[in-house]
């Protein structure tokens, strides 16, 4: 039974649902589907810490808010230019508050040839939407009543296509900006479909605001991998300490597929990541790679789950982190290694730096295993600086600042040094070691 403190906020939403269907008029099929989340979601309640997967974090300070809805606008070309990627060749898709700003953004005419880009509308109207139609049903009726919320909301979201054997050198960038005065959410919503012998990358980047006004993003990402494509998936997490976010990120991935994600957090009060992979043929390989650096009151909950579902797969799962100040971090990995899935080669690893006395991490590391013929490790280590190594540091001359600074970016430089793109893992790096020297 829905308990008052879950539930009493889930009206709030749905005022805010029936002002946005006021204000668009979405195609029949995106229509129907958001109609059947939204009445799903009237029937939900919110998660609370007595939820087994909620324990350690608590949503009450995002769902009470009185949010708005983002309010569209536009910003400077200057100003996208100064917080864009230097050196990276991109194809751009730039949102100001949770709309899509053609203006700014990279035109059609200059998209390479083998990439379609359609908006979510249109991709459902289209002859070849089987798949999205049947992810969008299932998440119109998801358990999570955020993903519910994100399909009943989602009027930005876009679908892109791989062709088959198509390699795409330039990555699409969707840079997410937030400005206005008011509180407000967004729901950015994004589809992959990497059709087979294919090769893409692709990135969510969060960008940070001025003032203290709070937004909340709520965001999902679902990919699907034909055989032996390969998918290159960055999320860039940079927001300002008044943003919520909560993320779910689904895939699904064929024989001899490659799936490598690179997830970055640093910014946020309380955000909340959820990366599930399904690996439904044999052959395929996810590697999944994350970094958090908190400080402050911020809170930043990982939750990833991976399924073997069938042999000869390979997964390897890779989480570090620091916190400081009154900071906690979660990590919740779980590896579930099905009966059929023989020949299964899984490995996870979360290690977290806690630099004061007040900081927290609740780490767990799951494994279910119903196989016998596999390779299967998993391990969390929660531990502090080794003050050994700063003594050699200082003893060659480098000032306590920055010896301790060099110590804990060689921790997590193990994590970003495996990300592809140079200017990404350039970019990375500057902004990990800005936080650093100056936290």
């Not at 007595?50 to 009450?60: A, H, Q």
Request: proline fraction near 5%.
């Amino acid at each position: 039974m829905p308990t008052a403190i879950a539930s009493e906020h889930i009206g709030h939403f749905i005022e805010l649902y029936e002002k946005a269907k006021a204000l668009s008029s979405p195609a029949p099929k995106l229509a129907a589907l958001q109609d059947k989340a939204a009445a799903h979601l009237e029937e939900m309640r919110f998660p609370t810490r007595r939820d087994e997967d909620w324990k350690y974090t608590s949503v009450r300070q995002i769902v009470s808010q009185n949010w708005a809805l983002g309010k569209a606008t536009t910003l400077s070309p200057e100003h996208i230019e100064n917080a864009a990627i230097k050196d990276l060749d991109d194809i751009r898709f730039v949102f100001v508050n949770g709309q899509f700003v053609p203006a700014l953004s990279t035109p059609a005419s200059q998209w390479p040839q083998g990439l379609t880009i359609k908006s979510l509308a249109d991709a459902l109207e289209g002859e070849d939407s089987e798949w999205l139609s049947a992810k969008l049903e299932a998440h119109a009726m998801h358990d999570n009543p955020f993903v519910v919320m994100n399909t009943a909301f989602g009027q930005n979201g876009w679908y892109m296509e791989v062709q088959k054997g198509a390699v795409i050198e330039k990555p699409v960038h969707l840079m997410m900006f937030s400005t206005g005065e008011e509180a407000f959410v967004q729901f950015p919503q994004l589809w992959v479909h990497a059709q087979t012998g294919s090769e893409f990358s692709v990135m969510e980047h969060y960008l940070p605001k001025e003032g203290n006004t709070p937004h909340f993003t709520c965001a999902v990402s679902c990919l699907r991998l034909e055989a032996n494509a390969h998918v290159h998936h960055y999320r860039l997490q940079r927001e300002s300490d008044t943003a919520f976010q909560i993320n779910f990120c689904e895939v699904e991935q064929e024989r001899d597929s490659v799936y490598s994600s690179y997830a970055t957090d640093l910014g946020g009060a309380i955000v909340r990541n959820n990366q599930n992979v399904l690996l439904e043929q044999s052959n395929t390989e996810t590697h999944l790679n994350g970094i958090y650096l908190i400080n402050g009151e911020q809170h930043v909950d990982n939750q990833t789950f991976m399924d073997h579902a069938v042999p000869h797969c390979n997964s390897n799962e890779l989480y570090k982190g620091i916190v400081t100040g009154k900071a906690r971090g979660v990590f919740n990995g779980k590896v579930l290694v099905r009966p059929d899935a023989q020949k299964t080669n899984a490995f996870q690893q979360n290690s977290t730096l806690l630099l004061s006395p007040d900081a927290i991490m609740d780490a767990k590391p799951q494994l279910e295993i119903f196989a016998d013929d596999v390779k299967c490790s998993h391990g969390a280590t929660i531990g502090q600086l080794d003050e050994s190594a700063v003594f050699y540091l200082r003893s060659r001359g480098l000032p306590l600042r920055e010896a301790r600074t060099l110590l804990q970016f060689a921790f997590l430089g193990e994590v970003i040094s495996n990300m592809p793109h140079e200017p990404v893992r350039n970019f990375v790096e500057k902004l990990v070691h800005d936080k650093l020297y100056n936290h």
